[in-house]
């Protein structure tokens, strides 16, 4: 089969249409995927599939630009990370967050903020930054930005995000162990995580499940289903809420009842003694990153 570099918003773009499709033809969407994949140039949706896992494979393992090596090398050497959380990045678990979503983030005294670990992030995290080629330029970072502007620009990339490690004795073994974990203390998920010393894009993740319940899915329209555990959750929280409250949480979205559950038990005193918000500013590090 022929390679066609294929992003994960391209194969989105052509779910949506193979989606489309089916319901105005009648047809199975398997058919329908098929269909779509060969108007665009692919044998069939095996081949998208393939090429989109290429695709992401061939973006990881490009090298990171000199000017970005080096400014990691200068950083490494003038502010090293803590042993704790160089071992955390090379064989525990260590998580990122989006910076919005982190402000709704609660720890527990299993984790903490990994700031001074930025630039071993940044190791894995620009890789997919630079190399990612633009669906309607058709270009890459790498090939538009000048060293200085690639430095500056990814610099201010990875003020996106805000990093925990894990601080437990036994890190999780699988990704579906640590995904649970991370959402035991936020209802958003994840952007990246460091396992065993191997990183993980959830934005490229098909799936992942949990008790044999897909708890997360890049299908457009995807949505968790109630679990026990919530309706468990509920029956313990549930009479914090008024009738009215009540009333309104059976019209809510999933992800909205993830939301009141979680600040419901925050209130209780077993919660307050479990949680502790994570309200710290990012750490100067992080700020100073461009004068290194």
């Known amino acids: ?10 194969a989105e773009k052509l779910k949506r249409l193979a989606k489309t499709l089916r319901k105005t033809t009648g047809t199975s969407l398997a058919v329908a995927l098929d269909a779509v994949a ?9 081949h998208v599939t393939v090429c989109l896992e290429q695709t992401a494979s061939a973006s990881r393992s490009k090298p990171l630009p000199e000017s970005l090596k080096d400014l990691l ?7 090293p990370a803590s042993v704790e959380s160089q071992k955390a ?5 260590v998580f990122a967050m989006d910076v919005k979503d982190a402000e709704v983030l609660s720890l527990t005294s299993e984790y903490a903020e990994c700031d001074d670990g930025w630039y071993l992030a940044a190791r894995d995290l620009w890789r997919g930054l630079v190399h990612y080629r633009d669906d309607e330029t058709g270009t890459t970072l790498f090939e538009t930005q000048s060293p200085e502007d690639l430095a500056s620009t990814a610099l201010d990339d990875l003020q996106n995000y805000r990093l925990f490690r894990y601080l437990g004795a036994a890190a999780p073994g699988s990704l ?7 959402s035991e203390l ?14 993980i894009d959830i934005g490229e993740v098909s799936e992942i499940r949990v008790g044999g319940q897909v ?18 959750r509920y029956e313990k929280f549930g009479h914090l809420l008024n009738a009215e409250e009540r009333a309104l949480f059976d019209r809510m979205t999933t992800q909205e009842q993830d939301s009141l559950l979680f600040q419901l038990e925050k209130q209780t005193p077993a919660g307050q003694a479990r949680y502790r918000p994570v309200q710290s500013p990012v750490a100067s590090s992080w700020r100073d990153a461009k004068n290194i």
């Open 1 to 10: 089969m022929e390679f066609i570099a294929t992003t994960a918003t391209a």
């Open 38 to 46: 060969k108007q665009h140039g692919y044998e069939h949706w095996k």
């Open 73 to 79: 090398d200068r950083a490494a050497a003038r502010h």
């Open 89 to 93: 990045f090379a064989q525990g678990f």
């Open 176 to 182: 579906e162990e640590a995904y649970k974990q991370t």
């Open 186 to 199: 936020s209802f958003f998920p994840p952007t990246h995580i460091w396992l065993g010393g191997n990183f």
């Open 215 to 232: 708890v997360l899915s890049t299908s457009p329209g995807f949505t968790v289903l109630s679990s026990d555990d919530k309706r468990t």
